[in-house]
């Protein structure tokens, strides 16, 4: 069961994104008002914002957190073609008494030439390594040699495909055995290219990523993608948010021999899982931390539960509906009856029992 | 696509049609123009200076001003603009300095009627009055502007901005005599074209140039101007003090800003750097243009709206030599493409949702409540008018924090804080384990560790049972019988499991099945001539098997499906086995009562419960009384990979460090190494720290253990020189006095040492911490205020 916390994040226009930190104490948001919003967890559960300022020239479609290892550190892309990565000033005793905090921009990665679809942070074993792709279709891996010095970003590698991206994943994977793998999505809209998720592996001689899978049957344009937590597997399984939500595992092959590594690996591709249930465009797709259940939201204003039997078959658990905003409309109180008193509803549909819940909190 | 992009318009008498169509230009355009019927586009640049005929499916070059063999500077065009009055009037500003008017009436080949060379430095902008046909405001680099009548060979009035460098000067709509200007200091100044003494009223309007400014078509005295600072920003110019009233963010300097014909809040930009696009904003959504056209290659140099009371047809030209006529039915829409949700999963399982409002609550009018939310009508309506559903948009954030125990990851931190990986015998960590996993409602995870226990305890340790475990053993209904039995599975995700599905076995269980059956020959042969080489032959025999025993899971699966659902009654009989962990080695007393028969008498075997919402257990033929843990290494083995391709690393790697070099050889290094790095990953990210620390420590993997000693380096002054230490020792090779003397006690300090960081003193964990209870000073006497924090 679920309850809904509601908070009036206050941005200017829509939200984009939403990010946990890696100990799923802090929050981060971005809009197209150009601003980034963190919030932080107080001990009563509640999240304060703690700091909001303008990132970008225009709207800022996502944001992402480093792993706390290289401090307090997030990226954010934008409409306006840049990446920015952003660090947190402790010890600005005026700020810290109204509980603010600083950010300060460490860097502006300005190689694209089109708007910035998404930027995300390599897995910590690899260093402080991004990407970011961008809607003229380049993908871009940067690394900051140093990570004491958030400054310098130096750009290894671009890789070029003709369909405009709109999403990226790192393989969290920490295993050696797995070489670093990304996958990036496409929202080109022309059902015509088939492929709209790429798989690009690491190869360790040209030390150059290349591309080791395009998923063909995905067609319709990819709003969102996610490897799920790894955990000690031996196979990849990753999420794609679509025309409908898909699960797809992909299995390494062994190589023939150990040390011809120079090309990537074969991949078995198993497709799990695929929903229609969200009946529209699925804008995004999100795995808990035991890879046990995935989130899916969609044009539907839903986000639905999906969860595996040990038969590997992949169910709706749930349906979560409601903004948790505060109740003015006729409507959300003929949902829940008594809303006088709290202004904060839920609504969760458990599908399995095919019941209605309602509960209550207090404000 | 052509059908879809063709667009008439009947606007009064005249009727316009197009699509989206471009032709390539000699050179780069600077401006462009249209006359007043919306038929004839003029081009003009450094370069060029032509007339275009705008026709259905392509543009017509009509005319080409730029005559003469050698033309002069005066044909290199800064500005052009077509009078909306005379239709065959024309003025440029060359960038010489000159302000020429064309006549298209004339007969000849040369059209140029008027020439004026007033102006010092290039001229950025020539304006026409848009009622009165002979007057003419020009503004140019040298800071001046002038008006002409075109009936005469001078100016008639020059204004003196005083303040750099003119941009722009446009007319305005509403007020007759007035005109407003805009400066490269950042400057915009309003004139009255009868007052060139001094200027009506100025205001800074950006910081930097201001490139352009458009009055609002609608005569509302709002006045746009775009400058260099990237924004767009409307006055409202019919209060005493200009007034900012809508501020626009763009992602590149603004060059030219249009207004849309005929919608009130639209307007177009396009820059003169880096960005080649084309937007068209809603000044009340300032932060995501409406819709953009992508097509021109280079900077876009001049923006027009093809029609005065049109807002379809939009021509541009640019640096990339191309003349384009854009619909408004083929623009992108960024907001189309722009995502309208976040979602993310917490690390305890919560779920942080931000939604576009009307995603939300368009639901909710879906729903038939009695009283309908209205807020949204506009929901009703099948396809609202896209103009209509731009503006106002917000998204809620809300954080769905689940209440159920299992979800909030509780019994990962709990099971990672009360496991004990060391410290104790095998059979008591497996014991410990067990429990806590049973407390946890793990149940399946709880017997696997039983299991364990059972099969990798030493028998030469165990007690003898007695008799009334026998009895026990006897009632077990299962033998010469295979059983499986359904779990209670684990709380996390019995809940969420519909309750009516049939549970089926799986390919599991025919593994176990085979492989006993293939090794039970085996066991029963070998069973005469004593265990010790015995060992050694099962165990290598059930490696062998191991491929068999694949090929058979496929070829039984499906057949051996049906079969195996068993009923619920099965459940009692669990704890017969649980409880009874001793089973087998009473087994191996019975045995010893009856050795002939053991070979095919029905005894108990556990199994691993590898699946996991199912436990196997088995009742077979026994093999020896003594059967050695290896021959339960490939079972094992099994189980941690399957514990792990499920994603309990966590059982994965307890297993693995408790049983230690029983199974450490069976399973690759550098799956053990990525087994350990995720559970490490997952422990640290619940700030388990200690436990962590515990699991880099009692892990054998190279890779790990030195996870722990990279990383940390303590700098130390000696106590006694209070010089830093430079050896990797404890003995100070200055004073040569061991540096880690207890302060209290004067003993040499083995294990926890904390000192001061100020005067280097220091001792045991303990004697500093009562020290300081009663003191403040240093235990050396140093003098110095030590504290403990």
Redesign the interface.
């Known amino acids: 069961?679920?309850?809904?916390?509601?908070?009036?994040?206050d941005?200017?226009?829509?939200?984009?994104?939403?990010?946990?930190d890696?100990?799923?104490r802090r929050?981060a948001?971005?809009?197209?008002?150009?601003s980034v919003k963190v919030w932080d967890k107080s001990d009563n559960?509640e999240?304060n914002c703690t700091a909001s300022w303008k990132t970008h020239?225009?709207?800022v479609?996502r944001v992402t957190w480093a792993h706390p290892e290289f401090g307090q550190v997030l990226a954010s892309c934008s409409?306006?073609?840049t990446a920015a990565v952003w660090e947190e000033i402790v010890g600005e005793s005026n700020d810290k008494q109204r509980g603010l905090s600083h950010w300060i921009k460490r860097t502006t990665l300005v190689d694209s030439r089109t708007?910035v679809t998404d930027v995300k942070f390599a897995p910590?074993?690899m260093g402080l390594m991004l990407t970011t792709c961008s809607?003229d279709g380049v993908m871009r891996v940067y690394e900051a040699p140093d990570v004491m010095n958030l400054s310098q970003w130096s750009l290894q590698q671009e890789i070029s495909s003709k369909l405009s991206c709109?999403c990226i994943s790192w393989s969290p994977?920490?295993?050696?055995?797995h070489a670093p793998m990304i996958a990036v999505g496409s929202?080109d809209s022309n059902t015509a290219y088939s492929g709209k998720v790429h798989i690009y592996e690491y190869i360790e001689n040209t030390r150059k990523y290349a591309k080791a899978e395009n998923l063909m049957t995905v067609t319709d344009p990819v709003?969102?993608i996610a490897f799920a937590?790894?955990?000690?597997?031996?196979?990849h399984v990753l999420a794609i948010a679509t025309k409908d939500v898909r699960i797809f595992k992909l299995i390494p092959l062994r190589k023939e021999s150990a040390a011809g590594s120079s090309g990537p690996t074969k991949l078995q591709v198993q497709i799990l899982a695929q929903f229609d249930n969200h009946n529209s465009q699925v804008?995004?797709?999100?795995?808990?931390?035991?890879?046990?259940?995935l989130?899916?939201?969609?044009?539907?204003?839903?986000?639905r539960l999906w969860?595996a039997?040990?038969?590997d078959n992949w169910?709706c658990?749930?349906i979560?509906?409601?903004?948790?905003?505060p109740v003015t409309?006729?409507?959300?109180?003929?949902?829940v009856p008594s809303t006088a008193g709290g202004p904060q509803h839920?609504l969760l549909q458990a599908s399995?029992a095919g019941r209605k819940k309602a509960q209550l909190i207090p404000g | 696509m052509e059908k879809m992009s063709r667009v008439t318009t009947a606007l009064g008498s005249s009727a316009i049609s197009g699509r989206t169509m471009f032709c390539h230009l000699d050179a780069p355009a600077n401006a462009i123009s249209v006359c007043r019927d919306a038929t004839q586009v003029v081009v003009a640049g450094r370069n060029i200076f032509k007339i275009y005929g705008l026709e259905e499916e392509q543009f017509v070059e009509k005319l080409n001003l730029r005559v003469g063999r050698k033309p002069s500077l005066n044909f290199s065009c800064a500005d052009v603009m077509w009078h909306q009055m005379e239709e065959n009037l024309l003025a440029t500003a060359a960038t010489n300095g000159a302000v020429v008017t064309w006549n298209l009436g004339k007969p000849s080949r040369n059209k140029q009627d008027q020439l004026f060379t007033e102006h010092k430095r290039t001229v950025n902008k020539v304006c026409f009055h848009p009622t009165e046909v002979y007057m003419l405001l020009s503004g140019s680099q040298d800071g001046y502007m002038k008006c002409f009548d075109l009936r005469k060979k001078e100016s008639v009035s020059t204004f003196s901005g005083q303040s750099e460098s003119v941009r722009d000067v446009q007319f305005s709509m509403k007020d007759y005599f007035t005109f407003a200007a805009s400066f490269e200091n950042g400057n915009v100044q309003l004139w009255d074209i009868r007052r060139p003494d001094r200027y009506e009223r100025m205001f800074t309007a950006h910081t930097g140039p201001v490139f352009c400014c458009d009055w609002h078509p609608d005569d509302r005295g709002w006045l746009a101007t775009g400058g260099r600072d990237k924004m767009v920003k409307v006055w409202d110019m019919t209060t005493n003090r200009a007034k900012e009233i809508y501020c626009v963010q763009t992602i590149a300097s603004v060059a030219r800003v249009k207004w849309r014909p005929e919608r009130k809040w639209h307007l177009a930009t396009c820059s003169m750097m880096v960005d080649h696009n084309i937007y068209v904003w809603d000044i009340r959504r300032p932060f995501i243009p409406f819709a953009t056209f992508e097509e021109h290659k280079d900077v876009t140099t001049g923006i027009v709206w093809r029609h005065q009371h049109d807002p379809y047809f939009l021509l541009s030209g640019s640096k990339d030599s191309t003349l384009y006529q854009h619909m408004f039915k083929d623009a992108s829409r960024p907001v189309d493409r722009a995502n309208p949700e976040g979602l993310c999963f917490g690390l305890f399982g919560d779920l942080a949702f931000a939604a576009k409002e009307s995603l939300i609550s368009g639901d909710a009018n879906r729903k038939p409540y009695p009283g309908g939310d209205r807020r949204y009508p506009i929901f009703f309506f099948k396809k609202p008018d896209l103009t209509e559903q731009f503006a106002h948009v917000s998204s809620a954030l809300s954080v769905f924090e689940s209440s159920l125990e299992s979800k909030r990851m509780d019994w990962f931190v709990k099971t990672a804080r009360l496991y004990l990986l060391s410290g104790k015998s095998f059979a008591e960590l497996c014991d410990h384990n067990a429990k806590v996993a049973k407390e946890l409602n793990r149940p399946q995870v709880s017997t696997t560790w039983t299991m364990l226990r059972i099969m990798f305890s030493d028998p030469a340790n165990l007690s003898t049972p007695g008799p009334n475990h026998i009895g026990k053993l006897g009632t077990l209904p299962l033998m010469n019988s295979f059983s499986m039995k359904e779990m209670g599975m684990g709380t996390e995700s019995r809940l969420d499991r519909s309750k009516g599905e049939s549970r089926q076995d799986n390919i599991h269980l025919e593994l176990g099945n085979s492989l006993i059956n293939n090794i039970c020959p085996t066991a029963e042969n070998e069973e005469t001539e004593g265990s010790e080489g015995q060992a050694e032959y099962m165990f290598g025999d059930a490696e062998l098997d191991d491929d068999d025993l694949y090929s058979m899971e496929h070829d039984n699966q499906a057949a051996e499906e049906q079969e195996y659902t068993l009923p619920q009654e099965a459940f009692p009989l669990r704890h017969e086995i649980m409880d009874n962990p001793l089973a087998p080695e009473h087994l191996q007393q019975d045995k010893a009562d009856s050795p002939q028969a053991s070979g095919n008498e029905a005894e108990v075997m556990c199994l691993t419960p590898i699946e996991s919402f199912s436990l196997i257990s088995i009742s077979q033929p026994l093999f020896s009384p003594h059967l050695p843990a290896p021959f339960f290494c490939p079972v094992v083995r099994e189980m941690l990979s399957h514990y792990a391709e499920q994603g309990d690393v966590q059982m994965a790697v307890s297993v693995l460090i408790v049983l230690g070099d029983r199974i450490r050889k069976e399973i690759d290094d550098l799956t053990q190494e990525h087994w350990y790095m995720s559970y490490i990953d997952l422990l640290q990210r619940f700030e388990l720290w200690n436990v962590s620390n515990e699991v880099i420590k009692l892990s054998t993997c190279s890779a790990i253990t030195c996870l722990n000693q990279t990383s940390t380096t303590l700098h130390v002054n000696c106590s006694n020189c209070k010089r830093p230490m430079s050896n990797r020792g404890w003995i100070c090779d200055r004073c040569h006095q061991c540096a880690s003397v207890c302060a209290v006690c004067h003993h040499v300090v083995k294990g926890l040492f904390v000192w001061c960081q100020g005067c280097s003193h220091g001792g045991h964990l303990e004697h500093v911490k009562n020290w300081l209870k009663s003191s403040s000073h240093c235990p050396a006497g140093c003098g110095h205020l030590c504290e403990y924090t």
């Open positions: 069961m679920f309850v809904a916390r509601s908070i009036a994040a941005h200017k226009d829509l939200i984009h994104d939403v990010s946990y890696f100990h799923g929050m948001t971005c809009s197209s008002d150009q559960g999240w020239s225009g709207s479609w409409f306006d073609r708007s910590k074993h809607a709109s994977s920490s295993s050696r055995a929202d709003h969102d937590p790894n955990l000690g597997r031996s196979f804008w995004r797709v999100s795995w808990n931390i035991s890879s046990t259940l989130a899916s939201s969609g044009d539907d204003g839903c986000v969860k039997n040990y038969m169910k658990t749930a979560l509906r409601g903004d948790g905003s409309g006729s409507s959300s109180q003929a949902a839920v399995s």
